[in-house]
C-alpha cells in the first residue's frame, strides 16, 4: 500500500526539519525520511554541542554560490531575527561568543527539541532508521520507498545535506537524485577545512597546538580570527574561513602581527637595541611561534646589530607570510560541502526545480556555503522556510 502526503522531505537535518514545520502548520500532510536514527545530527554536535545556531550578521555577501544573488530572496524572507524570536518564544537562554555568533547557554538539543515540536505543531510525520531504496516519478506523483513503506506526494524535498563527515550518515545522495531527475551539480569540494602543510613546511608541524590572532588571506579574500598549527598543517577559525577560498595550488599570506605597525621592529630596535628578534617577537607571539619564525627570517644577534631595511623587511615578511599548503584534510574533516545542486536550477523564491515542477532541493544540498559562525545553519533555516511557504 501507498501511503499518500502532501508533501515528502527527504533529511531530518536543519533545513528539512523547518521546512516540514512551516508546511505541517500551513495544513500540508508532510512526511520526513531520515535514514539516521535520531534527527537533526549535525545540530547536535554542532558548535561543541551548544550549536551555533545563526549570525546576527547575516548577509549575502557572507556566502559563496556560483551565484552571488541567490540567495538574497531566501534570507531575506526568513531573517536571523526570525530564527532568534523562535528560540526566544521557546525560552532558550543564549549569548553572543565573537563576531555575532550566537550560542545556545544551554544545548544543542534544545534546538532540536524546538524543531521537532515545530513538527509536532504541524502535525509532520518523521520517519526514522530506514534506507530509501527507491525514488521513482509518474503522474505527477513522487514515490519514495524506504524500509518496508512506499510513499507518495506531488512534492518531493531533498534536504540530505552534503557530503561533509560521512561518519554522521552524511551522504552524497542528493547529488545523486539531483542528477538523476537531471540537475546540474556545482563540483563538490570541502570546506571550512584545516589545510595540510608538505615540503619545508612540514616545520611548521612542530608548532602543533600553538594559537594566534592573525589575518588570513587568499587572493582578495582575509578574515582576522585565530589560526592554529596542527600535526598535519593549519587550522582554527581563520584557516577554516580561508579555506573555503583557496584552490589547490595558491598560496596562503598570514599576518602574524595584525596589530603592529610596519616601523615595529625598528621602534623595537631604538627602545631596546640589546633585544633579539625572538625576544621582541615573543612579547607579540606565543613564545614556540616566535622561536620558529626568528629561526626563519635568520637574523642573529641583537636588534642593534641590524639594519633599519632589514627589520622593516623582517616586518613586511611577518605581515604576509606565505603558506603553500598541499591539500585539506578532505570531506572526513570539512565543516560543509561548496559546491552542489545547481542554483541555476532553482527558482530562489521557492527552492522548486525549474524543469520538475514538484521537485525542490533546500540547505546544504544546494551550491550556497556559508562562512564559519552560525551562517549555515541561517541558509538551512531561510531556505527551509522558503520550500514550506511554497509547498
Ligand atoms: P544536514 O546534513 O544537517 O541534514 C541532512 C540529513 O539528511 C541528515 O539527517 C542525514 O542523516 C540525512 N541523509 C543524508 N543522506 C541520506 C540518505 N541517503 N537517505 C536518508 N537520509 C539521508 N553550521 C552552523 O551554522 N553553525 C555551527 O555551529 C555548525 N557547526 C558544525 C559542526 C560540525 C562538526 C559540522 C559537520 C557542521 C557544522 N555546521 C555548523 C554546518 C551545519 O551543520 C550544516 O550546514 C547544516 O547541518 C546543513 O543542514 P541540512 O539540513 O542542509 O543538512
Not at 501507498?2 to 531530518?12: E, F, R, S, V
Not at 580570527?225 to 573555503?244: D, K, N, V, W, Y
Not at 526545480?353 to 525542490?360: H, I, K
Request: charged share 20%; proline share 4%; net charge neutral.
Amino acid at each position: 500500500m501507498t501511503d499518500q502526503y502532501d508533501a515528502i522531505i527527504l533529511g531530518a537535518g536543519g533545513a528539512g526539519l523547518m521546512c516540514a514545520a512551516i508546511a505541517g502548520q500551513r495544513g500540508k500532510r508532510v512526511l520526513v525520511i531520515d535514514h539516521a536514527e535520531a534527527a537533526g545530527k549535525k545540530i547536535l554536535i554542532s558548535g561543541g554541542g551548544r550549536c551555533n545556531f545563526t549570525n546576527i550578521h547575516t548577509a549575502p555577501d557572507r556566502y559563496l554560490s556560483a551565484n552571488k544573488h541567490f540567495m538574497k530572496s531566501a534570507l531575506g524572507r526568513y531573517t536571523a531575527a526570525d530564527f532568534i524570536a523562535l528560540v526566544e518564544q521557546y525560552g532558550i537562554a543564549y549569548h553572543e561568543k565573537a563576531l555575532g555568533q550566537l550560542f545556545c547557554d544551554g544545548s544543542a538539543r534544545q534546538i532540536v527539541a524546538m524543531l521537532l515540536e515545530e513538527c509536532a505543531k504541524g502535525r509532520a510525520e518523521i520517519a526514522l532508521g530506514d534506507a530509501i531504496t527507491d525514488i521513482a516519478h509518474a503522474d505527477a506523483q513522487y514515490r519514495v520507498t524506504f524500509g518496508a513503506r512506499t510513499a507518495s506526494a506531488p512534492a518531493l524535498i531533498i534536504a540530505t545535506g552534503g557530503p561533509s563527515i560521512p561518519k554522521m550518515g552524511a551522504t552524497g545522495f542528493a547529488y545523486d537524485l539531483a542528477r538523476k531527475f537531471g540537475m546540474k551539480v556545482v563540483e563538490p569540494r570541502p570546506a571550512l577545512v584545516p589545510l595540510t602543510l608538505g615540503g619545508d613546511e612540514t616545520l611548521f608541524r612542530d608548532l602543533s597546538g600553538v594559537s594566534a590572532d592573525v589575518i588570513a588571506r587568499c587572493g582578495k579574500t582575509a578574515f582576522r580570527e585565530a589560526a592554529l598549527f596542527t600535526h598535519r598543517g593549519l587550522s582554527g577559525p581563520a584557516i577554516l574561513q580561508i579555506s573555503s577560498y583557496w584552490r589547490h595550488g595558491q598560496p596562503i599570506g598570514i599576518d602574524f602581527l595584525p596589530s603592529n605597525s610596519a616601523d615595529w621592529l625598528v621602534e623595537a630596535k631604538r627602545l631596546k637595541p640589546r633585544a633579539t628578534l625572538r625576544s621582541t617577537l615573543a612579547s607579540a607571539l606565543p613564545d614556540r611561534l616566535a622561536e620558529t619564525l626568528s629561526e626563519r627570517l635568520a637574523l642573529p644577534g641583537d636588534l642593534a646589530s641590524q639594519t633599519d631595511k632589514a627589520l622593516q623587511a623582517a616586518t613586511q615578511r611577518l605581515a604576509a607570510w606565505q603558506f603553500h599548503p598541499n591539500g585539506t584534510e578532505g570531506l572526513a574533516k570539512a565543516e560543509v560541502t561548496l559546491g552542489g545542486i545547481s542554483t541555476a536550477e532553482l527558482s530562489s523564491q521557492t527552492m522548486e526545480s525549474r524543469t520538475s515542477p514538484g521537485l525542490f532541493a533546500i540547505g546544504e544540498a544546494v551550491d550556497v556555503t556559508g562562512w564559519l559562525g552560525g551562517y549555515n545553519f541561517q541558509w538551512a533555516w531561510s531556505s527551509g522556510w522558503a520550500a514550506g511557504q511554497a509547498l
